[in-house]
Every structure is written in structure tokens, then in C-alpha cells.
């Protein structure tokens, strides 16, 4: 297969991409074993401004994931523990009467900050969950009446347990699909679960962990991803791969526009972070289980019969044809 494009991205600013990718990885990795895709997958999310959400059992390094990720960056963080009695205005701030001026004021909320960790959002009722809809799309915070921004860069960093466990909420469809990608943790291998007895038994990980970029630092990045080229073929793959989930006779529920423009923003930051200035049909094979899997909704009829929405998307990716050629 041949791909013939051309970037519109310097290659100076990719090399510049792949090093301080490479920087805060290393950081992750000191406190996160054995989890190279997984924190790959939380890069890419980060430059291509996405919002990550973290799926496992408890115990298996969620929250200290987005902890890691996020001290590796000199930004500001905010953490929410999402608990059944948390309320709207908890999250996105609220206006407070001040005695002293006679007029309400602002307050905000902890989605004000660059990095943001919802720390098992699933336990929080869908009416505080979907405080988070507009803030993840739009960026900004509407209360009152009155429109605030929102820092960038912006991310929000959810984690979660399986539905089924008890005290959960199943997250609302479109909460679902305001995060760019979903990734589950998984239990460590022997040796890194050996590793991190020696290395973390005794002492916080996170107190070594030092900070590689600071916010100003990851815009520029992500200035460097938006100039990722994506040639029309590549493009007209991505439509064809969402397409075939929406008439699969196995999904009652297929991805939405949203999801193909996140798909190809994530195969951007894919390609810059393999120190590429275009986008390649392995990147969107590649990301297209954590892009996608978690927007899908099986029918009755699929759910009894043990298929998953990863099994599906391996079928779309078997049956969807690859561009032979691309050309800027």
C-alpha cells in the first residue's frame, strides 16, 4: 500500500512532538507499569484535545493513571469525586449573593482548570454527569445566563467501574460520546506487578514525578497536531468505517458524526507521535476500538449472544475496504 501526501506541519515541530511526547511518557511510566499502550492512547487524547475515560475493576491504577499523567504536566488540576450527592453547580461553579458589593458573584467550579480528573464518574447521578456536556464540547461553562470559558488546554480524565458493580449509574449516551476514547487498565503482567512491589510498596510514586511540560508547551503541541495532513481517501475511509457500525446488523446504536471527527483528530496525533506529518489507514485501524467501542450500543439479540462492541468493530475493520493509494 502506498500513501502519497504531503504534511503541512514542519518536520522541525513533529521531532519537537515526538521528543516531549516521549518526555512525559517516560514520567507516566515510572508510576504506571507495563502499560505502554494504555498511556500511548492517553498521549494521543491529550494533543488531539479529547477527553480520556478510564474503564476497569477497582484497584487496577485508574485514578493513578490520570493522577500521573496529569503531575507530569505544569498545569492547573482539578479533582471531582463523583459521589451519589454531588450536585451540578459542584462541578461547574455556581453565583454566590456577596453582602458587601450587593451583587451576585461567580464562583467557579472544578472544571476551571486545565487537567481535569473525575474520579469514577458513574457514581454521580446522570443529572450531575451531564453538568459535564457542555464544558467537554464546547469549552466553556454557561450559569445564570452568563458564558465563562474555559482554560487551554482543556481535558477531562474520567474513570469509571463496570455498570453492572454495585452503587453505579450507566453513563448517559451523550456523555458517552463527548469522550474521545476509552481505555481499560487491565491487571499487570507477573513482572510488572513484581516491579511495582519493590518500587511502590514502602513510598508514593507520585512524589518522584516531575514536571516535563507545562501548559503553554502542550498548546503548542496540539497547534502541531491540528497540522497533521489527512489526505481525502483517508478521510473517506474514516466515513466508511463509521458508516458500516451504523447499518451493522449487530449495533442498534452506530457512531455518530462526532465520533468519525474524533476518530480522525486522534489518528492526527497517532501520526505526529510516530514522528509523521500525515495520517495513515493503520491509524485509524489502530485507534478505532478505543475511539469507537464505547459509543456503540448492541441489540438485544447481540448482547445475548456474548458479542461485544470490540468484536464488532474488528468485523467493520475486516469488511470496510482500505484505500489503496492517497494523494494530498
Not at 443529572?127 to 452568563?146: F, H, I, N, Y
Not at 496525533?269 to 475511539?291: E, F, K, M
Not at 450500543?297 to 475493520?317: F, K, P, S, Y
Amino acid at each position: 500500500m502506498t500513501i502519497e501526501t504531503t504534511g503541512h506541519t514542519d518536520p522541525g515541530e513533529v521531532s519537537e512532538l515526538v521528543h516531549s511526547a516521549a518526555a512525559i511518557r517516560a514520567a507516566v511510566e515510572t508510576v504506571i507499569e507495563g502499560k505502554g499502550d494504555v498511556i500511548r492512547v492517553a498521549l494521543t487524547v491529550l494533543l488531539a484535545e479529547g477527553h480520556l475515560l478510564i474503564e476497569d475493576v477497582p484497584g487496577t491504577g485508574k485514578t493513578m493513571l490520570a493522577k500521573t499523567l496529569a503531575k507530569s504536566l505544569d498545569c492547573s488540576v482539578r479533582r471531582i469525586q463523583f459521589t451519589p450527592d454531588l450536585l451540578p453547580g459542584d462541578v461547574t461553579g455556581v453565583s454566590v449573593f456577596n453582602q458587601e458589593t450587593r451583587d451576585f458573584e461567580f464562583r467557579p467550579g472544578a472544571v476551571f482548570a486545565n487537567i481535569v480528573l473525575g474520579d469514577e464518574i458513574n457514581r454521580a447521578s446522570p443529572k450531575t454527569q451531564s453538568a459535564l456536556l457542555e464544558c467537554m464540547e464546547e469549552r466553556q461553562v454557561t450559569v445564570d445566563g452568563t458564558t465563562y470559558e474555559l482554560a487551554a488546554p482543556f481535558m477531562v480524565m474520567a474513570t469509571q467501574n463496570p455498570v453492572e458493580m454495585e452503587g453505579t449509574y450507566p453513563l448517559p449516551e451523550a456523555q458517552r460520546d463527548r469522550f474521545m476514547a476509552r481505555v481499560s487498565m487491565g491487571y499487570p503482567d507477573t513482572r510488572s506487578e513484581m516491579d511495582m512491589l519493590a518500587e511502590h510498596a514502602s513510598t508514593n510514586p507520585l512524589d518522584a514525578v516531575q514536571h516535563v511540560a507545562d501548559a503553554a508547551h502542550v498548546s503548542r503541541l496540539v497547534d502541531v497536531v491540528r497540522g497533521i495532513h489527512v489526505a481525502a481517501p483517508i478521510r473517506q475511509y474514516a466515513v466508511d468505517i463509521a458508516n458500516a457500525t451504523r447499518t451493522h446488523p449487530d449495533v442498534r446504536l452506530g457512531a455518530s458524526p462526532r465520533a468519525t471527527l474524533h476518530l480522525v483528530r486522534a489518528a492526527k496525533a497517532a501520526a505526529a507521535l510516530d514522528d509523521r506529518d500525515h495520517v495513515l489507514p493503520d491509524d485509524l485501524q489502530t485507534l478505532a476500538a478505543p475511539v469507537l467501542a464505547h459509543r456503540l450500543i448492541l441489540t438485544a439479540d447481540a448482547q445475548i449472544a456474548g458479542r461485544t462492541t470490540e468484536t464488532v468493530i474488528a468485523d467493520v475493520l475486516r469488511r470496510v475496504a482500505v484505500p489503496a493509494a492517497a494523494r494530498a
